[in-house]
């Protein structure tokens, strides 16, 4: 049985320069409304509000669709659940294996193999080394990269090194997939298969969580959606309703309830 707990989760990147304030907004492009996710930490730092309070609970079934603009956090929502950021403040329990498609370059060595890089990724996704050895047959033939497989991963184009780690990060069934948009990984035969591939792996989790813009998306895997601002949740519930909703989201008001949709 999967579950996901999160209760009051904060998540603050600090940035350590006098010109924090100037540079975050001109990298980041924010709005004068948004400037407030950028406060004084200190005498010599600033921070980013990335995440504030965040409070979710899901479960077997649950297909959750993560909406909002750019900035919103649904990337460090995701992040967060998959172990790549601690939260800063608050408490995660989540049960059953993750498989976090936000970042399928993780633990790959550049100077490694191919045939390296299976079993180093197929580490970092939870598998044991006799576990990821014997996804190498499968990823051999999905990826067709054949004798490539030999040469260090510096070596292949940036869609070859897409297509290993897309292979091996879907060559196993998680109970709970992270997504953020769906993956184009190679040629146009070679994205069909991916699709395909992807589709069947959505169908047999447990729990998934996307985050993406596109409503197509979004209506056909998921039952259940979050709108995202500012780092907080401030809707949940039918996916049309929260689509709806993000049209013209109330910037300053929180969700009502504590962010369950299960």
Same mark, same amino acid.
């Given at each position: 049985?999967?579950?996901?707990?999160?209760?009051?989760?904060? %998540?603050?990147?600090?940035?350590?320069?006098?010109?924090?304030?100037?540079?975050?907004?001109?990298?980041?492009?924010?709005?004068? !409304? &948004?400037?407030?996710?950028? &406060?004084?930490?200190?005498?010599? =730092?600033?921070?980013?509000?990335?995440?504030?309070?965040?409070?979710?609970?899901?479960?077997?079934?649950?297909? /959750?669709?993560? @909406?909002?603009?750019?900035? +919103?956090? $649904?990337?460090?929502?995701?992040?967060?659940?998959?172990?790549?950021?601690?939260?800063?403040?608050?408490?995660?329990?989540?049960? =059953?294996?993750?498989?976090?498609?936000?970042?399928?370059?993780?633990?790959?060595?550049?100077?490694?193999? =191919?045939?390296?890089?299976? /079993?180093?990724?197929?580490?970092?996704?939870?598998?044991?080394?006799?576990?990821? /050895?014997?996804?190498?047959?499968?990823? *051999?033939?999905?990826?067709?990269?054949? #004798?490539?497989?030999?040469?260090?991963?510096?070596?292949?184009?940036?869609?070859?090194?897409?297509?290993?780690?897309?292979?091996?990060?879907?060559? @196993?069934?998680? #109970? @709970?997939?992270?997504?953020? *948009?769906?993956?184009?990984?190679?040629?146009?035969?070679?994205?069909? $298969? +991916? !699709?395909?591939? @992807?589709?069947?792996?959505?169908? !047999?989790?447990?729990?998934?969580?996307? +985050?993406?813009?596109?409503?197509?998306?979004?209506?056909?895997?998921?039952? $259940?959606?979050? %709108?995202?601002?500012?780092?907080?949740?401030?809707?949940?519930? &039918?996916?049309? #309703?929260?689509?709806?909703?993000? =049209?013209?989201?109330?910037?300053?008001?929180?969700?009502?309830?504590?962010?369950?949709?299960?």
């Amino acid at each position: 049985m999967a579950k996901i707990e999160l209760r009051d989760v904060t %998540v603050d990147f600090p940035v350590f320069t006098s010109r924090s304030r100037g540079l975050l907004n001109i990298l980041f492009r924010y709005a004068q !409304q &948004e400037q407030r996710r950028v &406060e004084a930490s200190g005498l010599s =730092g600033f921070r980013v509000h990335a995440l504030r309070g965040i409070d979710l609970t899901l479960r077997d079934g649950d297909r /959750i669709g993560l @909406i909002g603009r750019n900035g +919103a956090g $649904k990337t460090t929502l995701l992040r967060v659940l998959s172990g790549v950021y601690e939260p800063t403040a608050g408490d995660i329990r989540i049960e =059953g294996r993750v498989s976090s498609l936000t970042d399928i370059m993780l633990g790959m060595d550049m100077d490694a193999s =191919g045939y390296d890089n299976i /079993i180093l990724r197929g580490i970092v996704l939870g598998l044991t080394k006799a576990e990821a /050895i014997r996804l190498i047959p499968e990823v *051999e033939e999905f990826t067709e990269l054949s #004798e490539y497989l030999h040469l260090p991963v510096r070596a292949y184009s940036q869609g070859m090194l897409l297509r290993l780690a897309f292979a091996v990060s879907t060559a @196993i069934t998680p #109970e @709970i997939l992270l997504m953020d *948009e769906m993956i184009g990984a190679g040629d146009a035969s070679f994205l069909k $298969k +991916a !699709q395909v591939r @992807i589709t069947r792996l959505i169908d !047999q989790v447990s729990i998934l969580v996307i +985050a993406s813009h596109n409503s197509d998306i979004l209506t056909q895997f998921c039952n $259940k959606a979050l %709108v995202l601002d500012e780092g907080r949740i401030v809707a949940a519930g &039918e996916v049309h #309703e929260c689509l709806a909703r993000y =049209g013209s989201p109330a910037r300053d008001t929180v969700a009502d309830g504590d962010g369950k949709v299960g």
